[in-house]
């Protein structure tokens, strides 16, 4: 494996672990500032380092679709850290759904590398046919992230109702 790609991977462990714990902790505290930069940093060096590596299904000279959800991914990061620092009205509403939108992002992109074992488990262990198991697979690592991101948000919209009432 070469440095590029140890670093990448490592960048995405960090990122996947610290998004998690921002996702599930309190909000707002120094332990969630200090967390949430850990993530913001990692998952911003893990996409930028995404652009030196090659991609095998390349749209032009290299740029392939890793290298567009890394482009999406550092949008949504730079658009959800904008209101968290400028804290203008509404900020924590639009800082928090870009922010759960950049690790659903990143949890889909993570399935995108697991794709191949997941769907050799689904064809060889459960034993669906090759058609079922690459929509089921598809599903699993693609459908339910933006499920999961949907209901923690209306769940979370419930709140801040309750909060301006």
């Known amino acids: 494996m070469s440095p590029l790609i140890a670093s990448h991977t490592a960048f995405g462990v960090v990122a996947l672990a610290a998004g998690a714990v921002v996702l599930l902790r309190k909000k ?6 200090w967390i949430g930069r850990v993530y913001a940093v990692s998952l911003a060096i893990l996409c930028i380092e995404s652009f ?6 390349p749209f032009f000279q290299g740029f392939g679709m890793f290298h567009v959800m890394a482009t999406v991914s550092l949008v ?7 209101p968290a ?36 488990f689904f064809l060889r ?6 058609g079922a198991s690459s ?10 992230p933006p499920l999961v991101g949907a209901m923690l948000l209306r769940r979370r919209a419930v709140a801040w109702e309750q909060m301006v009432a």
């Open 28 to 33: 707002g505290d120094q332990w969630h500032q």
């Open 52 to 57: 030196w590596i090659q991609d095998s299904t």
């Open 76 to 82: 949504t990061l730079l658009a959800g850290i904008i």
């Open 85 to 120: 620092r400028l804290r203008f009205q509404g900020w924590f509403g639009w800082h928090y759904q870009l922010m759960v939108w950049s690790y659903i992002g990143l949890v889909m992109a993570t399935g995108s590398h697991v794709f191949r074992p997941v769907f050799l």
């Open 125 to 130: 262990d459960v034993g669906l046919p090759g």
């Open 135 to 144: 929509v089921v697979t598809a599903f699993v690592l693609w459908g339910i």
